[in-house]
């Protein structure tokens, strides 16, 4: 007797998984705000907008944009475009930024995008390429897209040392140190992080890991030029019996990783 082929065993391409952080919109929205979340305001935009140094002639391209966080705390500029796969983070991107010139769109990055090419001055991938499967279609856009001599910057929670569920504090109490462990490294992963864990409906959004060679190879591939790579700690102090310890650790691991390029 001839078996009928069952659906999961068809011959039919994988769907891509619905990276969109439209579930956890609300939420993401209200920890953001219109300054950022913690590291957002005290580590990443005073030294991402140093970086980017935009003028008022800057066309700023933002892939991952989120509710627009970029665009609440960038100066004039002479365009931007913010692109977005949750629709209700967009919706709150257009009610909410002042920006003149900013326009919002709902897309999936990872596919082709049609603006004009070689247009945007800048671009910027800020928390928001480790949570979509493949880098490399959102480089490849960026570079189709930014202008010759444009700028990237991609701001990485630090692949070296955040993998989430491989990677965390301990305590060695042999010598009274805090350290920081990682299991695992070069291998892709793929990651689902809970929300508002306990909750009775739980909201997972998806964290896919790669080494630091996979940003630069797809960098480079694309006609890149790395022209920067910082390592950002956090500012945070702790107090306490343990604070001298855990604000040595604090100060000796990078959360954040920012890479910048220049399109050749
Ligand atoms: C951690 S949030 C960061 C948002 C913003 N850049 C910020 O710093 O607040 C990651 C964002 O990536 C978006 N995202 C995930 N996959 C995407 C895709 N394939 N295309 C466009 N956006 C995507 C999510 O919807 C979410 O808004």
């Known amino acids: 007797m001839q078996r009928r082929p069952s659906r999961r065993s068809s011959n039919r391409t994988p769907r891509t998984p619905d990276t969109s952080w439209q579930k956890s919109a609300d939420q993401y929205h209200k920890i953001v705000g219109q300054s950022g979340h913690y590291y957002h305001k005290h580590v990443i935009l005073p030294r991402l907008l140093e970086i980017m140094n935009v003028s ?40 909410g930024v002042k920006l003149q010139n900013a326009e919002f769109l709902v897309k999936d990055v990872t596919k082709p995008i049609e603006q004009p090419k070689d247009h945007f001055t800048h671009a910027v991938i800020m928390l928001a390429l480790q949570n979509m499967e493949d880098p490399q279609p959102v480089i490849q856009n960026a570079a189709t897209l930014l202008q010759k001599g444009g700028q990237l910057c991609i701001i990485l929670n630090h692949p070296s040392f955040r993998i989430p569920r491989q990677s965390g504090w301990n305590i060695d109490e042999r010598t009274k140190q805090q350290y920081r462990w990682v299991n695992r490294y070069l291998s892709p992963l793929k990651i689902p992080i809970e929300m508002n864990p306990g909750a009775y409906r739980v909201k997972t959004t998806w964290s ?9 190879t797809e960098l480079v591939t694309a006609g890149f030029v790395v022209t920067g790579l910082e390592e950002w700690a956090s500012d945070k102090e702790s107090v306490g019996k343990a604070s001298r310890m855990e604000n040595r650790a604090r100060d000796e691991f990078p959360l954040f990783l920012c890479l910048v390029a220049e399109k050749r």
């Open 208 to 216: 896919f890991h790669f080494p630091l060679q996979k940003y630069v």
């Open 56 to 95: 008022p002639n800057s066309r700023v391209l933002d892939l991952g944009c989120g509710q627009g966080i970029l665009a609440r705390q960038l100066p004039p500029v002479a365009e931007y475009l913010g692109i977005d796969l949750s629709k209700s983070l967009i919706e709150q991107a257009r009610r």
